[in-house]
């Protein structure tokens, strides 16, 4: 929540996001990268900062990055420099970290997020790689108030670093920026874009300043703001806070401030004069990275359409509307499973109203990943063989239903189904009339009231047919022979 004195004032927001990259070995090392390892047994020297270790980078960890760099429209550069950013802390072993500072991988991106007439555009900075740290383990153990244990399976892990320039004006933007970013990683399948478990951290730069002003304020920069939902509630305390700093006629101090999500406010962490110097130079032990221009073509080729641009394919393509594009593109893997059914059934609608309607719901209580829907009983081409035998008029799409269920408990094709439960529509007109006739009989009050002008009781004979055959009737058929029988 917002303070109703924000009025006068302007939010200005950065984001640095560090995303872990998806990578089976660590970025300097051949160590495991797999989380929930037990502790301290995916390390190595050169993870651990053994005098003497070197390391070797990863090379699936720059395509990786570049990949992230080439959707977040940067110009990646064909030569970048590692170098040392030197600090002491327990869980960086070696006294540094392995980052990237002059000539980062890439810079000069854009982000694009918001529908329609509201969209907003935010610049990149820089997206550079660097090695993760190990972790300091201070809750959880008998003696946690005394001792402090650490973890160094982390140390060594591939980062992307992604900065913006200070382009976001509110919470819910730097919200929306999160969302979208993480979709497009998860999309490239480069980050798994989990926060809880830190494969996703946001650092947040916050200042503010009278509206119309051209001077940026002081900023803070928060820190330690571990899931999505204590975005927005970090910024918004922040604004605030500085509000009302200023409000009282203090001064804004340039300070790094933690997020306490127990409290759910910032609490002060240290301020510039204790800030590092952190001595960046290029590490000597590793050469300049070079990508030259063949491998740099290849990953260009391997980048698969994102989540916009299928979006706005969807809208365009399959005249899908913008809330059921929004929804179909959640996952990639989702997107990809109703692409393939709307594609192979030439029924897109049909595909989108079956996915939201049944499937998610079928998913979602099976627990389902929808990041990976390979285990889903049901298929694309499941989804467009049923609809296509509703098309055909072989089954109802009453019985569609019982038939979707059916495939989701059983895997089996829906013309197995069909046949087996002998679910086929009666479409016969002689066979219909029968059954129609003996309704009539048994509702012959309907049938009266239906004479005398109760058009409503129509409604209530065709679904007694559709009873009477388990559904399995053309209601078409059924309604066209009603209305004869009824007139004669
Ligand atoms: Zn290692």
Same mark, same amino acid.
């Given at each position: 929540?917002?303070?109703?004195?924000?009025?006068?004032?302007?939010?200005?927001?950065?984001?640095?996001?560090?995303?872990?990259?998806?990578?089976?070995?660590?970025?300097?090392?051949?160590?495991?990268?797999?989380?929930?390892?037990?502790?301290?047994?995916?390390?190595?020297?050169?993870?651990?900062?053994?005098?003497?270790?070197?390391?070797?980078?990863?090379?699936?960890?720059?395509?990786?990055?570049?990949?992230?760099?080439?959707?977040?429209?940067?110009?990646?550069?064909?030569?970048?420099?590692?170098?040392?950013?030197?600090?002491?802390?327990?869980?960086?072993?070696?006294?540094?970290?392995?980052?990237?500072?002059?000539?980062?991988?890439?810079?000069?991106?854009?982000?694009? +997020?918001?529908?329609?007439?509201?969209?907003?555009?935010?610049?990149? !900075?820089?997206?550079?790689?660097?090695?993760?740290?190990?972790?300091?383990?201070?809750?959880? +153990?008998?003696?946690?108030?005394?001792?402090?244990?650490?973890?160094?399976?982390?140390?060594?892990?591939?980062?992307?670093?992604?900065?913006?320039?200070?382009?976001?004006?509110?919470?819910?933007?730097?919200?929306?920026?999160?969302?979208?970013?993480?979709?497009?990683?998860?999309?490239?399948?480069?980050?798994?874009?989990?926060?809880?478990?830190?494969?996703?951290?946001?650092?947040?730069?916050?200042?503010?300043?009278?509206?119309?002003?051209?001077?940026?304020?002081?900023?803070?920069?928060?820190?330690?703001?571990?899931?999505?939902?204590?975005?927005?509630?970090?910024?918004?305390?922040?604004?605030?806070?500085?509000?009302?700093?200023?409000?009282?006629?203090?001064?804004?101090?340039?300070?790094?401030?933690?997020?306490?999500?127990?409290?759910?406010?910032?609490?002060?962490?240290?301020?510039?004069?204790?800030?590092?110097?952190?001595?960046?130079?290029?590490?000597?032990?590793?050469?300049?990275?070079?990508?030259?221009?063949?491998?740099?073509?290849?990953?260009?080729?391997?980048?698969?359409?994102?989540?916009?641009?299928?979006?706005?394919?969807?809208?365009?393509?399959?005249? !899908?509307?913008?809330?059921?594009?929004?929804?179909?593109?959640?996952?990639?893997?989702?997107?990809?499973?109703?692409?393939?059914?709307?594609?192979?059934?030439?029924?897109?609608?049909?595909?989108?109203?079956?996915?939201?309607?049944?499937?998610?719901?079928? +998913?979602?209580?099976?627990?389902?990943?929808?990041?990976?829907?390979?285990?889903?009983?049901? !298929?694309?081409?499941?989804?467009?063989?049923?609809?296509?035998?509703?098309?055909?008029?072989?089954?109802?799409?009453?019985?569609?239903?019982?038939?979707?269920?059916?495939?989701?408990?059983?895997?089996?094709?829906?013309?197995?189904?069909?046949?087996?439960?002998?679910?086929?529509?009666?479409?016969?007109?002689?066979?219909?009339?029968?059954?129609?006739?003996?309704?009539?009989?048994?509702?012959?009050?309907?049938?009266?009231?239906?004479?005398?002008?109760?058009?409503?009781?129509?409604?209530?004979?065709?679904?007694?047919?559709?009873?009477?055959?388990?559904?399995?009737?053309?209601?078409?058929?059924?309604?066209?022979?009603?209305?004869?029988?009824?007139?004669?």
């Amino acid at each position: 929540m917002i303070a109703s004195h924000l009025v006068g004032f302007e939010p200005v927001i950065g984001l640095e996001i560090h995303a872990r990259l998806l990578t089976d070995t660590k970025i300097f090392c051949g160590c495991s990268t797999r989380f929930g390892h037990a502790p301290n047994t995916s390390v190595c020297p050169v993870c651990l900062g053994f005098p003497g270790a070197l390391p070797v980078l990863n090379r699936r960890a720059v395509d990786f990055a570049a990949k992230a760099a080439l959707a977040l429209k940067c110009t990646v550069h064909e030569r970048s420099i590692f170098a040392r950013k030197n600090y002491f802390y327990p869980d960086l072993p070696k006294g540094y970290q392995i980052s990237q500072y002059e000539l980062p991988l890439a810079t000069a991106g854009t982000l694009e +997020f918001g529908a329609g007439g509201a969209a907003r555009v935010v610049r990149i !900075t820089r997206v550079h790689m660097e090695e993760d740290a190990g972790k300091s383990l201070h809750e959880g +153990f008998p003696d946690s108030s005394r001792n402090t244990y650490l973890d160094y399976n982390r140390s060594g892990v591939p980062l992307v670093e992604i900065v913006t320039r200070p382009d976001i004006r509110s919470s819910e933007e730097a919200y929306d920026y999160l969302t979208r970013l993480k979709e497009i990683l998860e999309y490239l399948d480069v980050c798994d874009g989990n926060m809880e478990e830190g494969s996703l951290r946001c650092d947040a730069n916050v200042s503010i300043r009278l509206k119309g002003a051209e001077k940026f304020g002081t900023r803070t920069e928060l820190k330690n703001i571990n899931s999505f939902r204590f975005v927005r509630k970090a910024i918004d305390f922040e604004l605030n806070r500085q509000i009302e700093v200023l409000e009282s006629g203090g001064r804004i101090v340039q300070e790094t401030r933690l997020w306490n999500s127990d409290e759910e406010r910032t609490v002060s962490m240290r301020s510039k004069e204790e800030a590092h110097d952190y001595r960046y130079f290029p590490d000597p032990d590793l050469p300049l990275l070079v990508l030259d221009e063949e491998w740099l073509s290849g990953i260009h080729k391997s980048m698969i359409e994102l989540p916009e641009a299928r979006r706005r394919r969807f809208i365009e393509a399959y005249a !899908t509307s913008d809330y059921d594009a929004g929804v179909l593109t959640m996952t990639r893997a989702l997107a990809e499973f109703f692409d393939e059914a709307a594609r192979l059934s030439g029924q897109p609608k049909a595909a989108a109203n079956w996915i939201m309607g049944d499937l998610l719901r079928f +998913f979602k209580d099976a627990n389902l990943d929808m990041k990976d829907l390979s285990a889903s009983p049901v !298929t694309p081409k499941m989804l467009a063989d049923m609809i296509l035998l509703v098309e055909k008029g072989t089954i109802s799409g009453k019985i569609a239903k019982t038939v979707m269920e059916e495939m989701y408990k059983t895997g089996k094709a829906p013309a197995a189904i069909v046949e087996e439960k002998g679910l086929v529509q009666i479409s016969n007109s002689g066979e219909l009339e029968a059954i129609v006739d003996n309704v009539m009989t048994q509702h012959a009050d309907a049938v009266a009231q239906f004479r005398s002008g109760k058009q409503g009781s129509l409604g209530f004979l065709v679904g007694q047919v559709m009873k009477a055959t388990q559904g399995r009737a053309n209601p078409q058929t059924v309604n066209e022979l009603l209305r004869k029988r009824l007139a004669g």
